[in-house]
């Protein structure tokens, strides 16, 4: 059955506190991975795509990358702005993960 | 150039009612997705429209029915609500592309309470 796994659930930062988020799948015949943001009481926000292992990219502070099993979300030197819930979600079928629950500390 | 639109923002339902749910997609796309997010969780695919026929549905009950119009807007129909249907209602909306679509954009959702 396909699944999108997302660690931890919450993550707390202290601010310029470097770490990453992960997203593991299991899904046949992945066609791309999505990173979303997703503020409290409102619609997610559009983050990356990524569609073939060994691919990265970045935004500002975030940098994702993708194997053929699992996802990452690098964050460097994080910002309080950048508390929010982080989802992954597989291009097939647009399953989601449960989220990881960023809080930067200033 | 306007992102997803849905309406309305917020809605108090009492429990056996019916609700309808709006979207207008992102200029471009032509293809409408459903979910739905309790709190604290990943959002649920409910289910998709592309050239106004529901293509892909996730597990949800027959009660959650949609449309799809000419222009690409979309709505979603709940029957028969029940107190556990209180939920945050998204809207996304891509562009189809082969066998699968492009990237969604997300409307801000619709906060739905039954009571």
């Known amino acids: 059955e396909d699944q999108v796994t997302q660690s931890p659930e919450a993550l707390r930062l202290q601010e310029g506190e470097s770490s990453s988020l992960n997203c593991s799948y299991t899904v046949s015949g992945l066609r791309g991975l999505f990173w979303y943001r997703q503020d409290p009481g409102k619609g997610p926000e559009f983050l990356f795509t990524l569609y073939s292992a060994g691919e990265e990219k970045e935004k500002e502070r975030l940098k994702a990358t993708l194997t053929k099993k699992e996802s990452f979300l690098h964050i460097t030197a994080p910002k309080p702005e950048d508390s929010a819930t982080y989802l992954c979600a597989v291009f097939n079928k647009f399953y989601f993960g449960s989220g990881t629950k960023l809080n930067v500390k200033p | 150039d306007a992102g997803v639109t849905q309406s309305p923002t917020h809605l108090i339902k009492t429990r056996g ?17 459903w979910y739905q997010q309790a709190l604290g969780q990943g959002p649920q695919f409910i289910f998709q429209y592309y050239e106004e026929e529901e293509r892909q549905r996730g597990n949800f009950p027959d009660r959650f029915s949609g449309h799809q119009f000419p222009n690409y807007s979309s709505e979603l129909n709940v029957n028969a609500l029940l107190l556990g249907d209180s939920a945050l209602y998204l809207c996304a909306s891509s562009r189809r592309r082969g066998t699968g679509n492009t990237e969604a954009f997300f409307g801000q959702g619709t906060r739905l309470t039954v009571v």
Not at chain 2, 20 to 30: A, E, Q, V
């Open chain 2, 17 to 33: 009612q019916q609700v309808t749910l709006r979207c207008s997609p992102k200029s471009g796309h032509d293809t409408v997705s």
